[in-house]
């Protein structure tokens, strides 16, 4: 089984046992994040989009990148500037996809009882031309 979930922006296609490198997330190593953000499953064949499976991610590290230098110089101006920066990312390693309760549908409000209907409203007097 596999499936398609969107983290912090970000799709991956995900099975049980596999480890990720995904954007920063907040959560101490050793602790276990949940995500509900199932966009498509994948069972045997059997494909379904609209799904009720979470998927449960333990946090194994903290890490950054290499670094990415970002040069820009403008030609025959004597311009130029260096920059660079490290992106942070998390390594989780996805332990289980369970598949939680489908909700209960809320029982449909009771109709509200009809308006007494309003007055005619009475038209008003014509205005006297004052000579």
Known sequence: MYAIVDIKGKQFRVEKDQTLSVPKIDGKVGSKIEFDKVLFTSDK???????????????????????????????????QKKNGHKQKYTLVEINKMKKSSPKKAAAPKKAAAPKKAAAPKKAAAPKKDKD
């Open 45 to 79: 064949g059997k494909i379904e989009t609209k799904t009720s499976v979470k998927v449960v991610a333990e946090v194994l590290s903290h890490e950054k990148e290499s670094k990415v230098v970002v040069f820009k110089f403008k030609r025959r101006k004597g311009h």
